[in-house]
């Protein structure tokens, strides 16, 4: 079993930069292992959303260095849900975190789990006055006595890794009015990703029909092209062929979340372009004054 000694540790987490805890837990991993490198890849999710957590990780751990991934979204914590490390690429990495499904995705795309253990063995952790912050009292512990050569064994009790909770991953269905795809993620431009790649509308053709629903039934529709850039969108939207190779809904130089009221989980369906029909827009009619 892995006995190797790590230098990175990649750190993910919905504790933002306002309060202390990215930065507590920073300080018990130099303490600990002064020699490892943290990687802040994000402290920007949302809280409590899993599968938001889940989604970034998965969008990141083809560019993570080998070590250690520590993820922490945990609206669970101090609860009978379990803290795990789960060995990955043979030992080349270890990614730590709560069992809740924020793992999972990580996990699959890294070639899957060697091994899993519980972390409770009281030895590599901190003693704690509460069970509110498994990240600094749990997690980063293990993460940086991994750091120090401790055994990935000695964390804790080993358990089947195919029993670790699996994420919710939406998938897109196809209907009768075309693919029915979600907004995964949207980011600090507005540009809005779908869980579907270019390939999947490929027999849609290059323009195509874009119909956003939003939670309250909300309706706008849209044509848009699939293009490779933003600068090929010109006005209106596009549906640009993202940096991990999906497909988002864009605006050149704006926020199509913004300028559509559109935001992660709501549906969008794709399908061919009916040319004749035209495609419509939602317009609000206002009543107008009356002269004097």
Same mark, same amino acid.
């Given at each position: ?40 890849l ?12 889940? *989604? ?8 993570v ?41 990580g996990t ?19 003693g ?20 120090n ?5 000695e ?56 119909v956003m ?13 699939v ?5 090929e ?30 935001a ?8 061919? *372009? ?11 009619l ?5 002269s004097?």
């Amino acid at each position: 079993m892995n006995t190797q000694r790590y230098d990175t540790i990649s750190f993910l987490s919905d504790y933002g930069t306002r309060d202390e805890f990215v930065g507590i837990v920073k300080c018990v991993i130099s303490d600990l292992a002064p020699h490892a490198k943290v990687i802040d890849l994000t402290h920007e999710i949302a809280p409590f959303d899993v599968r938001a957590g889940s *989604l970034a990780l998965a969008r990141c751990i083809s560019y993570v260095p080998s070590g250690i991934v520590l993820a922490v979204v945990d609206p669970g914590v101090g609860t009978s849900r379990r803290g795990v490390a789960v060995s990955v690429g043979g030992g080349r990495g270890v990614l730590i975190g709560p069992d809740n499904g924020l793992l999972s995705m990580g996990t699959a795309l890294a070639g899957g789990a060697d091994a899993a253990v519980v972390l409770n063995n009281p030895e590599y952790q901190l003693g704690a006055p509460g069970d509110t912050f498994a990240g600094r009292d749990i997690f980063a512990p293990a993460a940086a006595h991994l750091c120090n050569g401790v055994p990935f064994a000695e964390l804790g009790d080993a358990i089947d890794p195919g029993l670790l909770l699996p994420g919710v991953v939406p998938l897109p269905r196809t209907e009768a009015e075309g693919i029915v795809a979600e907004i995964t993620w949207v980011d600090r431009y507005g540009n809005c990703q779908l869980n579907v790649g270019p390939d999947e509308v490929e027999s849609l053709g290059s323009m195509m029909s874009v119909v956003m629903t939003t939670a309250s039934g909300e309706r706008t529709a849209r044509a848009a092209s699939v293009v490779k850039n933003f600068a090929e969108i010109g006005g209106g939207i596009g549906l640009v062929i993202d940096s991990f190779g999906m497909l988002a809904i864009c605006a050149n130089r704006g926020s199509a979340s913004d300028e559509l009221n559109i935001a992660v989980g709501d549906a969008v369906t794709l399908s061919a *372009l009916d040319e004749t029909a035209g495609v419509t827009t939602n317009v609000e009619l206002r009543r107008s004054p009356k002269s004097t």
